[in-house]
């Protein structure tokens, strides 16, 4: 009796080729873009203490309650697959006392996140996520930066239905007058917001705002802006943040009801959002977290940062952008074990040179091997048999043209090299 097959986990996909080649362009000109802005690179571990996520997200918000991976390991501490990247990466900032020569520091990165969410459309429960943050600037220039970074990333990859979403946040100073204003709305409110709201009015009264419940989100139209709350310094600092995104062309509507719950939060807060899945969605955000390094242990140490939804923008840029799978070179068609050894050797050699290079390991005739070299849409063919052996040259077919030359047996490796070196000359 057959096993049953071990299927894939719900929520997880895998990304086949065919896929992984559009990721790797998408991946190529994220890393090309940020570096030429100065951002290095940062690799932080999937699965971190439970209480970094804890304090860093929020024990009372959605992902830390209801959505993280977390589990107790042998000796019973409590440990978590990362959910989002800032808090590992102020873990890492702080640990290993980066801000201790230049407190200044960008860095960004690729990789999976996990959260156990309502696996749907464009939403896994390993999701891939790019990230980047800038430690130590409490300038506004920071915040416009990394907005005008996302921008010109999407447009690189032709995602060009975008809007910025920007608020302020205000600071400790002149939140607590904003909150209280928003409490006397939500208790009027209160018969009309869904049951996560009415435990957080109270709580945290910011995240009733950014609740997507339709009906909340109708009780909320009336809500007082945080704008009108702002004290002098936040006022200049949003000030400075809409006239330099206003000098560089970048488009951006002032959203009332985009906020973050967490006190950490500071000042800027910012959605790309696009309609190219249809309905108008977040496909990136971020904000100003200047008090998160001081939470988790570290000195006072102002920090903004974003993250992009890998595969939410994989979907866009995949409905816009033809896949380029590389196709090969040259595909070598042998008939007979001598051939075959001699084709295995050039096909390394050529390899090592950057000419992609296939062949066929099993014994079928030319006729096979040459369908299936259409199928790989290869450049072009060489033909080595018996015959050629015996003869001292080999075939070479351009699949194009249809056209073909002989190549001396022992100068193989060299010829197909300056051919591909210069193809107009042949």
């Not at 290095?40 to 959605?62: C, H, N, V, Y």
């Not at 407190?103 to 999976?112: E, H, L």
């Not at 995240?207 to 009780?219: E, F």
């Amino acid at each position: 009796m057959s096993q049953p097959t071990i299927q894939l986990i719900r929520g997880f996909k895998d990304i086949l080729p065919g896929e992984t080649e559009l990721w790797q362009t998408i991946e190529h000109t994220v890393i090309s873009l940020f570096e030429d802005f100065g951002y290095r690179e940062i690799r932080i571990p999937i699965m971190e203490k439970t209480q970094l996520f804890a304090r860093s997200i929020g024990e009372d918000t959605d992902i830390v309650e209801k959505e993280m991976y977390t589990f107790a390991d042998r000796k019973k501490d409590l440990l978590t697959l990362r959910p989002e990247a800032t808090a590992s990466i102020c873990r890492a900032y702080i640990q290993h006392k980066m801000y201790a020569q230049d407190p200044v520091r960008k860095f960004y990165t690729i990789g999976p996140m996990f959260r156990r969410e309502r696996p749907q459309k464009g939403r896994y429960r390993q999701f891939y996520q790019i990230d980047a943050e800038i430690f130590g600037v409490t300038a506004p220039y920071a915040d416009v930066e990394l907005i005008f970074l996302l921008r010109t990333l999407f447009d690189r990859l032709n995602v060009t239905d975008t809007t910025a979403h920007i608020n302020s946040l205000g600071c400790p100073a002149c939140r607590p007058q904003f909150k209280a204003a928003l409490t006397i709305l939500l208790a009027d409110a209160a018969p009309s917001l869904c049951s996560d709201c009415l435990r957080r009015k109270d709580r945290n009264p910011l995240r009733v705002l950014d609740c997507k419940v339709p009906g909340c989100r109708k009780a909320m139209t009336g809500a007082p802006s945080i704008i009108d709350y702002l004290c002098d310094d936040c006022r200049a600092h949003f000030s400075t943040v809409t006239d330099l995104l206003t000098r560089l062309g970048v488009t951006f509507e002032v959203d009332k009801q985009l906020v973050r719950g967490l006190d950490y939060y500071t000042r800027t807060a910012f959605e790309i959002q696009t309609g190219a899945l249809g309905a108008q969605s977040a496909i990136a955000g971020g904000g100003r977290y200047d008090g998160l390094v001081g939470s988790l242990g570290g000195p006072q140490i102002p920090a903004i940062g974003f993250a992009i939804g890998f595969d939410r923008l994989a979907e866009i840029v995949s409905a816009r952008t033809p896949t380029n799978v590389r196709t090969p070179d040259l595909f070598i068609a042998t008939l007979g074990e001598q051939a075959k050894t001699l084709a295995f050797e050039w096909s390394t050699a050529l390899g090592l040179k950057g000419i992609g290079t296939s062949m066929e390991y099993a014994d079928k005739s030319l006729k096979s091997q040459m369908k299936q070299a259409d199928r790989l849409d290869a450049n072009q063919v060489l033909i080595v048999g018996q015959s050629e052996l015996n003869s001292g040259n080999v075939l070479l077919r351009d699949m194009v043209t249809k056209t073909q030359q002989e190549i001396p047996l022992d100068a193989v490796v060299d010829t197909i090299i300056e051919i591909f070196s210069n193809p107009g000359a042949h």
